[in-house]
Nanobody, 122 residues
Framework: QVQLVESGGGLVQAGGSLRLSCAAS????????MGWFRQAPGKEREFVAT????????YYSDSVKGRFTISRDNAKNTVYLQMNSLKPEDTAVYYC???????????????WGQGTQVTVSS
């Protein structure tokens, strides 16, 4: 069982940056692949980024590639999402999730946090 708690969301102007954190409970964090997803009002939850257990493999959606960076610190049981050059269309609730294997589909992830709101003003 893994419990996930996101933090770091907020209101930022377009072009600004935010860093999201996701703290995980449990001693098996390092065995999980981690992912970030987001959901805007009226839209389906969409994949943002994912990282394997060691941090050596990452994937990004085309919409955030080159602007967002996913990373993890297994000693701190934490995964991060550094978001730069933010755009109004990045506005959404951001969720972190854990999976036994790295993947891009929400259905592959077994554990989810409660989400943190990111709002980008124009």
């Amino acid at each position: 069982q893994v419990q996930l708690v996101e933090s770091g969301g907020g209101l930022v102007q377009a072009g600004g940056s935010l860093r999201l954190s996701c703290a995980a409970s449990g001693r098996t964090f390092s065995s999980y692949a981690m992912g970030w997803f987001r959901q805007a009002p009226g839209k389906e939850r969409e994949f943002v980024a994912t990282i394997n257990w060691s941090g050596g493999i990452t994937y990004y959606s085309d919409s955030v590639k080159g602007r967002f960076t996913i990373s993890r610190d297994n000693a701190k049981n934490t995964v991060y999402l550094q978001m730069n050059s933010l755009k109004p269309e990045d506005t959404a609730v951001y969720y972190c999730a854990a999976s036994a294997q790295i993947g891009l589909a929400a259905s592959q992830f077994d554990y989810w946090g409660q989400g943190t709101q990111v709002t980008v003003s124009s």
